[in-house]
């Protein structure tokens, strides 16, 4: 439904917390805004401090989220992480990565393979879609994330009770 939805997980490792995952989401009228930060906590900030936050933004039309721009930044003990992905009205990318994506040992992606992609953010919104129809949850999204291009294929396993376990973090 529409509206502003917030989530936020902490991971723990024993009894430190090491790791929190905030997103907020609103979904009004045709336009859609997800925003997702991660960073570590505790004493695991101190060693290899990491930090990430993303924002993206679109258009939901005729029931699919269609991305219009995607920012990324983020930092990893020193190294800052910086980009941007603009959706065209022509099906192409605007891409803009720093560092460069070949400077971090990644291929650049062919134009041809950015094209009817979505953004990692984007895609965990189509997720429940089908299950809120009272549809199986199956299917695959082409993604692209700036220096990344793969497919996220999903299915439905069916429901399972997880039981409470010391060495799980459930």
Known sequence: PPGPLSLRYDGYWRAFRILTLE??????GRDYMLEVKMQTEGLLSLVPSWHWRTLSVGAVQDGLFVPRRVETEGRFRSRAYRGTID?????????MTEPAAAWQGYEPVPEALRRATVDPQTATLTLPRP?????????????????LRYDLDYSDRGTETVERARATLY
Request: glycine share 16%; proline share 0%.
């Open 23 to 28: 997103t907020r989401s609103v979904t009004a």
């Open 131 to 147: 299950i809120g129809s009272g549809e199986a949850c199956a299917g695959t999204e082409r993604i692209f994330d700036g220096r």
């Open 87 to 95: 959706y065209l009205a022509s099906g192409d990318l605007e891409v």
